[in-house]
């Protein structure tokens, strides 16, 4: 039986960056990107809608609301796990995204290979990439 590639959902305020990573990331087949956001209402839809795996999330946002959307997705019923993809890392945002339900905090200039190793092990632990 061939493996399932993890859904994958990216959330940042820029389309650019967006695309890049979904570019980059679905070029190795071991993900399926399905869809993406800038706006964190629409990305809840989404996620109820869509069976998601992953969530990607920048979580500095102009709306200041990064945190919440975190915590949002994390405390949804069975939901994703939340991977911090960040340009401009701090500790203290670090270890509240971790408290807020993020399984881990990227810096977004990580190489394509190990965002997919980091991706693979967290749908892993959600036992949808068998």
């Known amino acids: 039986m061939t493996p399932v590639a993890p859904r994958l959902y990216i ?14 990331l679905t070029r190795s087949a071991s993900v399926e990107v399905v869809g993406d956001s800038g706006d964190a209402a629409e990305t809840m839809l989404a996620i109820h809608q869509v069976p998601v795996d992953v969530v990607l999330v ?5 709306d200041g609301m990064g945190l919440e959307l975190v ?6 019923r069975n939901g994703p796990k939340v991977i911090v993809l ?3 890392p701090t500790d203290w945002e670090e270890e ?16 394509p290979e ?3 190793k980091h991706i693979l092990a967290e749908a892993g632990h959600r036992g949808s990439a068998t």
Do not use: F, M, N, W
């Open 114 to 116: 190990e965002l997919l």
């Open 11 to 24: 959330v940042d305020e820029h389309e650019r960056v967006r695309r890049a990573l979904a570019d980059r």
């Open 86 to 88: 960040t340009s401009y």
């Open 71 to 76: 915590r949002e997705i994390s405390s949804t």
């Open 96 to 111: 509240a995204a971790r408290r807020a339900g993020a399984a881990a905090y990227l810096l977004k200039d990580l190489e």
């Open 58 to 62: 920048e979580i500095k946002r102009s």
